[in-house]
């Protein structure tokens, strides 16, 4: 009965979590119904989506702890390595038992990890992140997509700005930023904020 009373709980608190809205809305990897904790959260789900390293992941996944002190973790990460690593936003700084998460992490076959401030928001790419994820339901028709992958194998990578002369049946920057998403193409979203001459290059699969 405990253990059924647990998992109630736990269900009851991430179905109302999925009721709360936080932008940007669209996701790339996510596997499952996108569920945040808070905004901070959120931010941080939207780096997931932008890191090649990331196959997906998912949103509050289950209780690590126990009946009398569950501990929800903000997300279960999938890497392209074939690991699997908890993820805490920094907000959860304060209320963590980090020895405890990484004992029951690696009960689990996973790491665990706590971000800090600067690992989300020190620097441009969750800028970047969050301007590209506004256009992460775009679809790109097969032809826009045709014209710029050849042009890009014929010059090897071009800014932004003339890459976009190659959408003709779509929003242009919708476009660029949905293949981006979706690993067609490539930009630097370290280096600055997205720019008309920000280089764009193609990713060989």
């Known amino acids: 009965m405990g253990i059924a009373n647990s998992t109630a709980r736990f269900s009851a608190v991430r179905n109302s979590q999925s009721f709360r809205i936080f932008h940007p809305v669209a996701t790339i990897k996510c596997d499952g119904v996108p569920v945040y904790r808070s905004q901070v959260a959120r931010d941080v789900a939207c780096l997931f989506d932008v890191d090649a390293a990331v196959a997906s992941w998912c949103g509050m996944p289950f209780n690590l702890g126990t009946e009398n002190q569950p501990v929800v973790p903000d997300f279960l990460v999938a890497n392209r390595d074939g690991s699997t690593t908890f993820v805490d936003a920094p907000d959860r700084a304060p209320s963590v038992d980090i020895a405890m998460m990484e004992i029951e992490a690696e009960r689990n076959g996973a790491r665990y990890r706590l971000l800090s401030h600067d690992d989300v928001y020190d620097g441009f790419r969750l800028r970047n992140a969050k301007d590209l994820l506004r256009y992460g339901n775009q679809m790109v028709p097969l032809g826009d997509r045709i014209r710029l992958l050849a042009a890009l194998d014929d010059v090897g990578s071009m800014p932004l700005q003339e890459c976009l002369k190659a959408f003709l049946e779509t929003k242009p920057v919708a476009g660029i930023a949905a293949l ?26």
């Open 180 to 205: 981006i998403l979706q690993g067609f193409v490539d930009v630097d979203l370290d280096e600055g904020p997205i720019r008309p001459n920000t280089m764009v290059r193609r990713i060989v699969r």
